[in-house]
């Protein structure tokens, strides 16, 4: 089954045909790893390298501790931002942003659902969890 971009049903219109990208990101996590403080380092790194690849992911999808980093963390905020411009689709677990009292605080991307990751799960060929 071919689940490219062509035929892939669109996520709340958000997703464009003309993408190649074909990778949905899932970050569950405001770090990377067991140790919190070089995991949070890791995080910055992580995505600054995806800046520079050329398979950048279409979407990445912010949920549980992760929606700090399209909130509070400014740095990568900013790195988001630059994922933004290139193309790179955004969204931030709404459930997840009210639980931490972070819903007026989105600096980056929408607030999104579950839906984002269940319909990403089907339409793209490939989704990566981090977290």
Known sequence: ???????????EGLMSDTKAKD???????DSIGKEEDI???LVKGFFETIK?????PH?????????????????IVSLLKELQAMGV????????????????E???GYRGT??????????FAKTVWIG
């Open 52 to 56: 520079t690849t050329k398979e950048i």
């Open 23 to 29: 990778m949905l990101l899932v970050f569950a996590t």
């Open 59 to 75: 979407t990445i999808f912010f949920m549980n501790a992760g929606v700090n980093l399209t909130t509070r963390n400014i740095e």
């Open 114 to 123: 579950t839906n984002h990751i269940v319909e990403g799960m089907k339409d």
């Open 89 to 104: 689709e955004i969204f931030s677990c709404g459930t997840c942003l009210k639980y931490y009292g972070l819903e007026a």
């Open 39 to 41: 995991g949070k380092v």
């Open 1 to 11: 089954m071919d689940r490219g971009r062509k035929g892939a049903r669109k996520i």
């Open 106 to 108: 989105l600096k980056v």
